[in-house]
């Protein structure tokens, strides 16, 4: 199975306020997305790391990485520094990536596009680095944890969810 994700932003307590998650502090908040991130990807699953993995002050990425469950890719974001792109615990590291899954064309970037390749023939682009806070064009989702209950998503769920948006532009699920 594969899966996507985004702004995990592991070890930096910036996020606590500027997203609203809701933990006491950063050790609280890691420890929870590390046990929702095991609880819906299985040892032998793939998962597509949109960008903003962790802070710098984290801690060791490759004793991170050990911790998840899954094969992990990682799209470089704007907040992953060389500690994090440099770990040997991914698969792949690039800036963009596309693939074929589940009979679609996936545009992969952190950032979301306005158009996209083959996007006239229904490609769809899968991003972060907004937080849930920017309202999608059609067939385009933000897989960042803080749209998506703080774990990994399927592009099967995401085709399924049907899609409300809210006042701050983030996405509610029906």
Known sequence: MIHFTGDTHFGDPRVLRLDRRPFSDVVEHDDAL????????????????????????????????????????????????????????????????ELRHEERHLILCHYAFRTWNQMGKKSINLHGHSHGRLKPLPRQYDVGVDGQGLRPVTLALLLTRKRFVMGGGGILDE
């Open 34 to 97: 590390i046990r929702t991130w095991n609880e819906t990807v299985g040892p032998d699953d793939e998962v597509w790391h949109l960008g903003d993995f962790m802070s710098a002050r984290a801690g060791d990425c490759t004793e991170l990485l050990a911790r998840l469950n899954g094969r992990k890719h990682l799209i470089i974001g704007n907040n992953d520094p060389a500690t994090t792109t440099n770990s040997p615990g991914w698969e792949s590291v690039q800036h963009y990536a």
